[in-house]
């Protein structure tokens, strides 16, 4: 967006409390995850989130979504904040070096990706923790208690919640992502989404288990994306009343027409992040679906692509030292270990990377029919009556239809860990 137009200076001047408080006197076009899940509503269109297990994501995502006016998410799951370069301390600071470079005008959000809640330890740290995220400058949360059986699941959301501002865009689950195979029920949604709703939690987004996975798919050992649109349309008809929207996690690996139809399904946000991390090591990658291509169940560097084969080679290196299979999901530990050298590339590496990471975001802006959606942020921002951006939606239901002998699952987890 021009950044000297008046839609986008009300934009700046009614940016949320925490942003206004860390980043006032900048013209970075940080918004509510509120005002873009409003405005995605509005255009029937999706919202990319790009996950920044690399800072150059983050180049990548404001450089594709200025150039194409589109509202964009930055996000960093939980568990990637352990094992990531980019963190939950210096992504803002990232985006706003970024943002200036540019010469500001990119519309975002930064999205706390998979806080997961596992138990009463996570949850009484998450409130301190969150807190401390939050005042770092992000704009929206996905609270993961999906580990979590459907009545604690829903009650771990409840609680945390409640230490959330409401103008800030949330995001909650039901149903881990784990893969083809067992699937979210449109009962578990209603019960979880409708306790909520009683208790006053009112989510932007629901992210559920769909067929999804998230990381590469190896076809060597028969792995298939099969996300099962008609279950999600099932889900996302069913919580329309309560003002939500299907959050699209795994999308990594998924061929891009179809990924052009998910917003016939409800679908307004489509989370990407192994993909680019593929990009960023250069990894050889299907051109419809992204999934990183495999030979003799190793993964294949393109020497012309990514970061530098003696980088590659190092990184390899140390796999083999630790044990790692040369396809192991494990080379995602990478991100950390080899982040300031990635950042200390050449500046035609650093280039060619970034510039890789938009052609495909491009691609998702286009599939995701996003383009132009800046302009409709900032027009939900123009219209509300004062700078909160908190939702108004209505109680639908009574608490005590959502105790805890009402809920439909009363099994918990079958220990396999899907955080990311």
Same mark, same amino acid.
């Given at each position: ?31 509510? !995850? ?8 509005? /255009? ?10 690399? &800072? ?26 352990? =094992? ?11 985006? /706003? ?21 596992? @138990? ?27 580990? /979590? ?16 501002? &409401? ?26 989404? @409708?306790?909520?709703? %009683?208790?006053?939690? $009112? ?39 309560? @003002? ?10 998924? &061929? ?16 990407? %992040?192994?993909?680019?991390?593929? *990009?960023? $090591?250069?990894? +050889?990658?299907?051109?419809?679906? @992204?999934? %990183? ?5 190793? =993964? ?9 084969? +003696? *980088? ?23 991100? *950390?270990?080899?982040?300031? %050298? ?28 996003? +383009? ?30 959502? /105790?805890?002998?009402?809920? &439909?699952?009363?099994? !918990?987890?079958?220990?396999?860990? =899907?955080?990311?």
């Amino acid at each position: 967006m021009d950044i000297k137009s008046k839609a986008y200076q009300s934009l700046l001047a009614r940016r949320p409390l925490n942003v206004r408080a860390k980043f006032g006197n900048t013209e970075m076009g940080l918004v509510s !995850g509120r005002d873009i899940a409003a405005a995605m509503k509005k /255009l029937g269109t999706i919202c990319l989130a790009t996950n920044a297990r690399n &800072p150059l994501v983050i180049k990548a995502a404001l450089t594709a979504a200025k150039k194409h006016n589109s509202a964009i998410m930055v996000e960093l799951a939980k568990s990637e904040s352990t =094992y990531c370069g980019a963190t939950y301390d210096n992504i803002p600071e990232y985006a /706003l070096k970024y943002s200036e470079e540019m010469g500001h005008g990119a519309v975002f959000a930064l999205h706390v990706d998979h806080y997961a809640i596992k @138990g009463e330890a996570d949850l009484l740290k998450g409130a301190s923790h969150l807190t401390h995220i939050l005042n770092n400058g992000f704009t929206s949360v996905a609270i993961d208690a999906s580990h /979590l059986a459907d009545f604690e699941n829903f009650q771990a959301t409840r609680e945390i919640a409640g230490w959330i501002s &409401p103008e800030l865009g949330l995001e909650v689950e039901v149903g881990e992502i784990k893969g083809p195979g067992e699937l979210s029920t449109v009962e578990e949604a209603l019960y979880y989404i @409708g306790g909520l709703n %009683a208790w006053n939690v $009112f989510p932007d987004y629901l992210a559920i288990s769909n067929g999804s996975k998230h990381g590469t798919y190896d076809t060597t050992a028969g792995q298939a994306e099969g996300i099962d649109l008609k279950r999600t349309k099932e889900i996302a008809d069913a919580i329309a009343p309560y @003002g939500v929207a299907i959050a699209q996690h795994g999308i990594s690996g998924t &061929p891009i027409d179809k990924c052009a139809t998910f917003l016939n399904y409800g679908i307004r946000k489509g989370n990407v %992040a192994t993909l680019f991390q593929n *990009l960023c $090591f250069g990894l +050889e990658v299907d051109e419809e679906t @992204g999934n %990183a291509i495999t030979t003799g169940s190793t =993964y294949h560097k393109d020497p012309n692509r990514g970061i530098s084969k +003696e *980088l590659w080679d190092k990184m390899v290196a140390d796999a083999d030292s630790q044990g790692f299979a040369r396809n192991s999901g494990d080379y995602k530990k990478f991100n *950390l270990t080899y982040c300031d %050298a990635v950042l200390n590339e050449p500046k035609e590496i650093q280039d060619r990377i970034v510039d890789e990471m938009v052609w495909w975001i491009e691609r998702y802006i286009k599939a995701f029919k996003s +383009e132009g959606s800046a302009e409709m942020v900032a027009e939900v921002i123009a219209k509300r009556e004062d700078g909160n951006s908190a939702p108004e939606r209505k109680v639908l239901g009574e608490r005590k239809s959502f /105790l805890k002998e009402f809920a &439909p699952n009363k099994g !918990g987890s079958d220990g396999g860990n =899907y955080d990311d």
